[in-house]
């Protein structure tokens, strides 16, 4: 089936609509800089009109029983594989993540939807035991209704279906916003949605600013969760928005991850997992390797070797298959990366390769490695977002997992040990979402992805992720 045949429009009840305020962004390709589409943009008008299409399309949904919902979703699958080619092409042209990254996504959204739909007969709630004689206790999930999901841009595909799939399963409806930069796709994939048996009305799709669209979805009363992937600033104003209507939450928000080599590390597996943590999409992943704790009976080893590691990567056309990473996405981004690395030399820190925009067009940043960086630098304090390996050394096991707990995010970390009471201890004392111990984010589908402190409220992912889209009943029923 030939489904990308539209137009760049809004996709509302199912259909591919022109917005009446005309007003348009340019798609950029980071890889060469130059526009080569545009993107139409919601009016408000055009967001509350999408909503309550979504309100009347979910009374009738729900009422439709799960494992049947779960066998319309799951139709999605051979749409994904039939036009894989035509949307990784895309995915890299709007986004800039190599051709081989965007594959991979795919297949890891192909999988997410299995998973999902395999979820359609789990318990629809609990029987408790009761003191009294003749009364039942029952505790039910219902579908908590119309809900709202914001898409970041470093993974469009498969935080669209952590939005999507659970919401329709469980008997929801949703209105995403894509994010400004990855919106093609996301209308295009649209496409795909209005090509499988899920009924009209069932997923809109709204672009606009987070100001606009985001503030509106956030604050709207008819909205009965919202679902934000993005960074700390974003989602802090879409809690804010929230509170208005006291809906629910679900934020997976910025980290900066610790790593910790110890001196017990197995170096050449670290420095592998470590770099191909933090070159996935040129590092604009929030689950990346950020600050570098390393032992300070090995870091000499350590650097040596990360440093030659990073120096052998190829950098540039993301649809060359020997390339290692691809483009930023866009020249902000690019910016900001260079500030902080640049910051932190004037600092002190010691720049081993890189540190400079390639001299290429579009908007690409060589691998870099920084040594002897301050724990108060920005480079270590913020989140960089980019293939730049930020080190210090410790001394003290103790005190390096304070170190690497002293942030204000916690999304994801990391240690590097062979020796199991390390290991052990790190799982258990570092404060964040997830830890990752002798190996590279993962993030399987029948996990649980979710942050710590300012880097989220409640999660995606497995039957956790799953059941964010329900509101919980309890009857007590006497006979």
Not at 166 to 176: D, H, K, L, N
Not at 256 to 280: E, G, H, M, Q
Request: hydrophobic residues 40%; charged residues 25%.
């Amino acid at each position: 089936m030939e489904v990308f045949n539209m137009t760049n429009q809004l996709f509302i009840n199912n259909e591919f609509i022109d917005s009446q305020s005309k007003e348009t962004m340019d798609v950029i390709n980071p890889a060469t800089g130059e526009a080569f589409d545009t993107i139409t943009l919601a009016t408000e008008e055009e967001v509350n009109d999408a909503i309550e299409k979504s309100q009347q399309a979910q009374l009738e949904w729900e009422r439709v029983p799960q494992p049947t919902r779960a066998e319309h979703v799951k139709l999605l699958i051979p749409l994904l594989e039939k036009n894989r080619d035509e949307i990784a092409q895309l995915y890299v042209k709007e986004q800039g993540k190599t051709l081989t990254q965007a594959y991979g996504e795919i297949d890891k959204s192909i999988s997410f939807i299995d998973y999902m739909t395999s979820l359609s007969m789990s318990d629809k709630g609990r029987v408790l035991q009761n003191s009294i004689a003749n009364e039942t206790i029952q505790i039910i999930n219902k579908p908590i209704g119309v809900t709202a999901g914001i898409v970041p841009w470093n993974a469009p595909i498969l935080v669209l279906m952590r939005k999507v799939i659970p919401a329709i399963v469980t008997g929801c409806s949703v209105v995403i916003k894509p994010s400004e930069e990855t919106t093609l796709l996301t209308v295009r994939l649209a496409e795909l949605f209005r090509a499988s048996t899920i009924p009209a009305g069932l997923i809109q799709i709204v672009p606009g600013t987070g100001e606009t669209v985001g503030t509106q979805l956030a604050s709207h009363k008819d909205i009965q969760l919202i679902s934000l992937t993005g960074s700390m600033r974003a989602g802090k104003s879409v809690y804010e928005n929230a509170a208005q209507t006291v809906k629910k939450v679900n934020l997976e928000l910025g980290g900066n991850a610790p790593v910790i080599v110890t001196s017990n590390a197995d170096l050449d597996k670290a420095v592998n997992y470590i770099v191909t943590a933090r070159i996935n999409n040129a590092g604009q992943v929030c689950t990346c390797p950020e600050r570098i704790f390393v032992h300070e009976d090995v870091h000499d080893d350590f650097l040596n070797k990360v440093t030659s590691k990073m120096k052998s990567l190829t950098v540039g056309d993301p649809f060359d298959e020997n390339t290692d990473y691809g483009a930023i996405i866009n020249q902000k981004q690019l910016d900001s990366i260079h500030e902080k690395v640049q910051d932190a030399i004037k600092n002190g820190a010691t720049l081993m390769t890189g540190g400079h925009q390639l001299k290429r067009h579009g908007f690409f940043y060589a691998p870099t490695v920084l040594d002897n960086v301050r724990k108060d630098d920005n480079v270590f304090k913020d989140e960089i977002f980019g293939p730049v390996l930020a080190i210090t050394t410790y001394r003290d096991f103790e005190q390096v997992i304070e170190d690497a707990n002293d942030t204000n995010a916690g999304l994801s970390s990391y240690i590097f040990s062979e020796n199991l009471t390390e290991v052990m201890t790190a799982t258990e004392r570092l404060k964040f979402g997830e830890v990752y111990a002798n190996c590279e984010a993962e993030e399987v589908v029948n996990g649980y992805h979710a942050g710590w402190r300012e880097s989220g409220l409640g999660g995606a992912d497995g039957i956790h992720g799953f059941e964010e889209y329900y509101n919980t009943t309890v009857s007590y029923i006497r006979y």
